[in-house]
């Protein structure tokens, strides 16, 4: 189980102040924004389902890549209005900048203003040299901010050596235990396809009481950071652009939900960014949305209100 941080304080970051209507500090009726990030094929897409105990996000098969865009859903999960912010493979060490850009470009609308948490997706698996190029990569794009808001949860536990749990497997991976340190020794385990039993004789192999101790971890991560989101200059630059077009739409449409005002102003600036930001590349972008503050965040955020 997690060894999740202590409740610490509830300090806000110097200089963050709300975007327009969206707070930066999650209120009793707000839902928290979840980001799941990992390589392609890792089970990020089944996790969402497992957490939401139902089929909200298609499932590749394990060769190709089945979600090549970013996409939010948001359900009432034990008692919490959980988002789920499910994100293509960023770190494949495999894939272009350029193929990335428009995903990066479409998973910053739906970050901002700024995710409450986000889950590094691995497999309990043997980490051959691709796997560890993976997490050396990831690892280069994540802030000190960053690593405040983040768990390590695993997929296919059910690989896992019997008897053992996954704070026992990992301690056999410099690189893997390393990341989960960073991340205040938060890390959990689950197995998509054969922990969803009704009662297992091993509560360990249950999806059911692995995700209610995920979901503990992540509210402790909350209470740890004040309730306030991971956000950065770029994430609120694009927060104040959706917030102009929610204010043009309902201008233009007077009876548009604030549901449909907010989608429908997510698409506009997601048009703009990628016009606005067509110069810059690829990985740029992802150190100025991972990143918390930096020369990249100030270059890019300023091309954002551009
Ligand atoms: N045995 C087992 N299979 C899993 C688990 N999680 C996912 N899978 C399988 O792995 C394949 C890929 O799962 P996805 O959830 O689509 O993975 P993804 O990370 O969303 O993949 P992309 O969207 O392509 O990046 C599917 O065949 C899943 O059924 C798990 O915990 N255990
Ligand atoms: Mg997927």
Redesign the pocket.
Known sequence: MSDAEGSGGGRAPHGLRGTGRTSLLLSVSDSRRIVIL?K????????ANTIFGEKRFT????I????ARCRAETKTVCGRSITLI?S??FFDTDRSEGELKAEVLRCVTEYAPGPHAFLI?LKVERFTEQEQAVITKMDSYFSEEFFKFATVLF????QLPPGKNIQQFISNNRLVDSLVAKCGGRCHV?????WNGPGPEDPYRSNAMQVRGLLLTIDRVIQANGGRCYTNEVLQAVERKIQQQIEALKREQRNISDAEARKQSKDRVFVGLCVGLAAVATGVLLVAVFSVTGPSGVVVAAAVLA
């Open positions: 990992g392609t094929g890792v089970g990020k897409s089944s996790l499932i590749g098969d394990t190709n890549s089945e979600t499910d293509p493979g997706v997929t296919h536990g059910d689950i197995d998509n396809k054969y």
